[in-house]
Every structure is written in C-alpha cells, then in structure tokens.
C-alpha cells in the first residue's frame, strides 16, 4: 500500500498569502496523484489530478507540480474561501488499493 | 447538472446489515467507473470500492468479504451492500464518480453523503 504522508497538518496563513503543501508518497506513484479540497460539512471538491492538471471549474490561483514521491499543491495568494482542509490521493493502478494522504488544514492566522 | 445523490444510512447495531444507494444522474452513468469513499467523523478520506461501467470490481482489503459494490446501469444507481458492520465502520459514506473511465481516475463529482452509525 502506498502511504501518503502530508506536511504540515496545519497551515496557519492570512489573505493574500501564498500556500505550499507537500505531500509525499511512500513508494513511486508516477504523476497519478490528485488534491481535493474538503470545507466542513461539504464533499471533497477535485482541484488538480495527474499531479498538475486544474480540474474544470478551479481558478489559476491553485497548481500542482511534482512527480514520482514528492508533490506539492500550492495556492498562489489565498482567497478567504481557500481556507479547508486539503488531502493528495494517489491512483497509480499498480499500486492498489487508492489511497489519500491525512490532510493539511490550511487556517486563517 | 451532474449530480450524485446517496441513501441507506442510518443506525444499526454491531453485526447488522445496510444497502446504500447513491442515484446519479446528468451524465453517462454506464461509461464511468464509480466508487465509495468513507469518512469517520472529524477523520480523513478512506476509499474502499470501485466498479467499473462493465462491472470490474477491486476493493480495498479493510471490507472485503464484508463490503460488496454493485450498479445496476439500467437505473443509473451505484450500491454498496454492507454486511457484517462494527463501530469503526461509523462514517459518513460518499460515492464518487471517476473524471474518466479508468477505475484509477481521479474522482470529480462527488455525493453529499450517507451516514452510517454502528452502535447498540
């Protein structure tokens, strides 16, 4: 199983600020891996999958870049409704089962 | 609109039995694998079944022999039959549809969810 292993667990950031979460997989899972963003009481919502590619919908200020163990979701300068919680997911189809990482909170400061 | 809608929850004791639903409507049902993902309260995202629009199943090994998925194609609605429950299958339980057609693909529409409390 591959273990996705998020940092921080908390962000704590103010408007206007630029985000950066890692997320760091176990073994190699290519470029198959997507981020959601989860606010409470919601469904996740997909921002970016196959490591770079924004989900229809997902403005410019969220992007995705790594590949292999080591990726990262940053978010270029947040607006106050970015503040959730964020989760990678891996689907590398030799890697089953699908897994998610535990998530980083990103909190207004 | 492309929408998921799941059903079933609700309380049942320890050893008991649940179906959900998850009706979707607002695209090709039959074209796209479909899965269900749970999350215990105030924990993460846990994925444990996925089918395929021709009925391919993998699971993951937490539920299997317990959990079982299904879609009837016809009614464009997703199941998961749950058998066998315990505490630590307290959860809220989303269904979720593949952004393409491979089982693997990233999941872009979400349900609202389904609770399921285990508990005497």
């Known amino acids: 199983e591959v273990v996705l292993t998020q940092s921080p667990a908390t962000l704590s950031l103010s408007p206007g600020e630029r985000a950066t979460l890692s997320c760091r997989a176990s073994q190699s899972v290519s470029n198959y891996l997507a981020w959601y963003q989860q606010k409470p009481g919601q469904a996740p919502r997909l921002l970016i999958y196959?490591?770079?590619n924004r989900a229809t919908g997902i403005p410019g200020r969220f992007s995705g870049s790594g590949s292999g163990t080591d990726f990262t979701l940053t978010i270029s300068s947040l607006e106050p409704e970015d503040f959730a919680v964020y989760y990678c997911?891996?689907?590398?189809?030799?890697?089953?089962?699908?897994?998610f990482g535990g998530g980083t909170k990103v909190e207004m400061k | 609109e492309v929408q998921l809608l799941e059903s079933g929850g609700g309380l049942v004791q320890p050893g008991g039995s649940l179906r959900l639903s998850c009706a979707a409507s607002g695209f090709r049902f039959s074209s796209f694998a479909m899965s269900w993902v749970r999350q215990a309260p105030g924990k993460g995202l846990e994925w444990l079944s996925v089918?395929?629009?021709?009925?391919?199943?993998t699971d993951a090994d937490s539920v299997k022999g317990r959990f079982t998925i299904s879609r009837d194609n016809s009614k464009n609605t997703l199941y998961l039959q749950l058998n066998s429950l315990r505490a630590e299958d307290t959860a809220l339980y989303y269904c979720a549809k593949a952004l393409k057609t491979s089982r693997t693909d990233a999941f872009d529409i979400w349900g609202q969810g389904t609770m399921v409390t285990v508990s005497s």
């Open positions: 196959d490591a770079s």
């Open positions: 089918i395929s629009g021709s009925g391919d199943i």
């Open positions: 997911q891996q689907r590398n189809i030799n890697n089953w089962p699908l897994t």
